[in-house]
Every structure is written in C-alpha cells, then in structure tokens.
C-alpha cells in the first residue's frame, strides 16, 4: 500500500472516529461509500479472510494482490441487495483469475473462472441462477485459475464445467464446507487486481438507517477534507525534499 493510501486510511479512520462523537448517539459507526484495499495478506480460511470496513453504503471495489502462485484472498463482505450483487475481475487485473463466492461458513455459492471466451478475468454475474438468495455477509474469494477450494476430504466444493460457465456447488459431496485450496494452477503470474462490485458493502460496519447514514456520512466528509489536504501538503513536502 501506498504512504498516501496509508495516511489517507490513517485519517480517515481517526476522523471517522471524530465525526461519531459529532454525530453522537445518531449513528453507530462510519458509513460511506467506498473502495477496500487488502491490508497485508488475506487470508485463506473463513477465520483468516480479510473484514472489509468502513464502507455501510456501498463498497465498490477491493484492490488486493496475488504475490504468490497459491495465494488466496478471502473477504467477508455483505451483500445488501442480493439480486443486484456482482463481483468482477474484467479490466481490473491482467491475470488469470478465479471468482468465488461462499456463504459465512464456507459453503459453495457460486464461481467463475473466465467471464467469457475472449477473457482470462472472472466475473459473477447479477441476477445468475447460482447468486445469493439472501442479503447478509459472504466470503468473497479471488485465485489464480486452477487452484481450487476444496473440503476436508478433497472434494470439489464446485460443480464441474467450462471455463467460462458460471458454476454453482456441486452435488451429493459431504461436508459441502471449505476445507482449503488444492494449491495448483497453470497461471504461472502474480499481481495486483481489483474487484468491481455491485449490491455490496462492507461486512465490518453496520448499516444505518438512512437518516442516521447521511449524517455520518456529511460529518465524515466534512472532518476528512482538511485532513485530506494536510495529508497532500505533507506528501508534497516530502517529495519535495
Ligand atoms: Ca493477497
Ligand atoms: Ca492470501
Ligand atoms: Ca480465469
């Protein structure tokens, strides 16, 4: 992560903290919309996947890296509006993604590897027969193709299929819960990608009614924008330095 991204993160977060007490009883926690950025490694497990925060109303985007070949990044998000929820890597990664999404504890939902013939990047579609049938929080998970989840006794967790299907869980195989990931992949890169999201926000904060949301969201962008330039005169003189 970048220094800005980091002072940025930095202010933001103490004077989320700052526009609470302004706001008072009103609200509960920061609320605006927003990109999530991996912040060290996430996890692979439903106990190390990465909390995404600070974004009630709408996350938008999580940025992450891939710097291993078995790298995986699990996060918990919460889908708000389930028949709009989507998930993509097109035009967010120049690797050879995988998609997944499980519930909470780790059961199949449904993955992607390429969106289409023409694409390396996944996509979960809005509105697909396999999407969330419920708003509540998830396990958002990005792989390199071909290294696939898996349960404790190394079934597929995903019904078989082409490369560009959209694949829901597969069948009679038990426990239907993630167990780990088979570690293997032909996609000999790593990197940076970002994930577009839509119907989605972030799973850490709770979300407000929206009264209470518009006033925490006016205090927050009114503390964060002088902190936002202090940041900038800080990185200026910096550089300049
Ligand atoms: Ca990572
Ligand atoms: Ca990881
Ligand atoms: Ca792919």
């Given at each position: 992560m970048s220094k800005l991204a980091r002072t940025l993160r930095s202010a933001l977060t103490r004077h989320a903290a700052a526009a609470l007490v302004t706001v008072g009883a009103l609200t509960a926690a920061p609320a605006f919309a927003g990109a999530w950025s991996e912040s060290g490694d996430a996890g692979d497990t439903q106990a190390t996947a990465q909390w995404t925060a600070g974004n009630a109303l709408s996350l938008s985007s999580i940025g992450g890296a891939l710097?291993?070949?078995t790298d995986v990044d699990l996060y918990v998000i919460r889908v708000l509006n389930p028949a709009l929820f989507s998930a993509t890597t097109v035009g967010g990664s120049i690797m050879d993604t995988q998609l997944f999404l499980f519930t909470l504890s780790g059961a199949p939902v449904y993955m992607n590897?390429?969106?289409?013939?023409?694409?390396f990047q996944s996509s979960l579609p809005?509105?697909?027969?396999?999407?969330?049938?419920s708003a509540g929080l998830y396990l958002l998970g990005v792989s390199l193709s071909g290294n696939d989840p898996v349960n404790a006794v190394n079934d597929f967790l995903f019904a078989g299929g082409l490369l560009t299907d959209v694949r829901g869980p597969a069948t009679s195989?038990?426990?239907?819960?993630?167990?780990?990931?088979?570690?293997?992949?032909?996609?000999d890169e790593q990197g940076e990608y970002s994930i577009q999201l839509s119907g989605a926000a972030g799973a850490a904060a709770a979300v407000p009614e929206p009264a209470t949301g518009l006033l925490a969201a006016l205090a927050v962008g009114l503390c964060v924008l002088p902190s936002s330039r202090k940041s900038r005169r800080k990185e200026a003189s910096a550089s300049a330095q």
């Amino acid at each position: 992560m970048s220094k800005l991204a980091r002072t940025l993160r930095s202010a933001l977060t103490r004077h989320a903290a700052a526009a609470l007490v302004t706001v008072g009883a009103l609200t509960a926690a920061p609320a605006f919309a927003g990109a999530w950025s991996e912040s060290g490694d996430a996890g692979d497990t439903q106990a190390t996947a990465q909390w995404t925060a600070g974004n009630a109303l709408s996350l938008s985007s999580i940025g992450g890296a891939l710097s291993s070949l078995t790298d995986v990044d699990l996060y918990v998000i919460r889908v708000l509006n389930p028949a709009l929820f989507s998930a993509t890597t097109v035009g967010g990664s120049i690797m050879d993604t995988q998609l997944f999404l499980f519930t909470l504890s780790g059961a199949p939902v449904y993955m992607n590897d390429d969106a289409d013939g023409s694409t390396f990047q996944s996509s979960l579609p809005a509105g697909d027969a396999f999407g969330p049938a419920s708003a509540g929080l998830y396990l958002l998970g990005v792989s390199l193709s071909g290294n696939d989840p898996v349960n404790a006794v190394n079934d597929f967790l995903f019904a078989g299929g082409l490369l560009t299907d959209v694949r829901g869980p597969a069948t009679s195989i038990q426990p239907a819960v993630l167990a780990g990931f088979t570690g293997g992949t032909w996609a000999d890169e790593q990197g940076e990608y970002s994930i577009q999201l839509s119907g989605a926000a972030g799973a850490a904060a709770a979300v407000p009614e929206p009264a209470t949301g518009l006033l925490a969201a006016l205090a927050v962008g009114l503390c964060v924008l002088p902190s936002s330039r202090k940041s900038r005169r800080k990185e200026a003189s910096a550089s300049a330095q």
